[in-house]
């Protein structure tokens, strides 16, 4: 069994998407409404949205879509996306670049329990966890 994030958008999916690939990395790949069997069935002004988009880097997959659904969610608060990073100067590039626009948390710093940690709501309202285990 595997589980992956998948985060749902009102109509900026390719926006935060390609933000992500920026911060993290990775091969990204999108599907519009357009070019899927539903093109026929939705509105023209929906052609254009993402039906489907998969960033992939590693053992990291995030995926997500502007299919809102009609139940209002509230981005971001019912979940964190933790990074678990490999170096110091990675987890602070990461940081940084998800900081962007967005709002710093929790700053990154050492923690009682070897660790490296810190946290960020990104400009797009996701709340994301950033930790590097250090050696004791």
């Not at 509105?43 to 995030?62: D, F, Q, V, W, Y």
Request: aromatic content about 8%.
């Amino acid at each position: 069994m595997k589980i992956a994030a998948y985060l749902s958008f009102n109509g900026n999916c390719r926006e935060a998407m390609l933000f992500y690939q920026q911060c993290l990395g990775g091969e990204l790949v999108f599907q519009t409404i357009g070019d899927s069997p539903l093109s026929e069935k939705m509105p023209e002004k929906m052609k254009n949205c993402i039906l489907h988009a998969t960033l992939k880097k590693g053992r990291m997959e995030l995926m997500a879509t502007d299919m809102m659904g009609v139940t209002e969610r509230s981005t971001g608060t019912a979940l964190s996306l933790m990074l678990e990073c490999k170096t110091k100067e990675e987890i602070v590039t990461t940081y940084n670049l998800l900081a962007h626009g967005g709002v710093r948390c929790h700053e990154l710093e050492n923690t009682f329990f070897g660790a490296i940690i810190g946290d960020i709501k990104d400009q797009y309202g996701i709340q994301w966890i950033l930790f590097l285990p250090q050696e004791k």
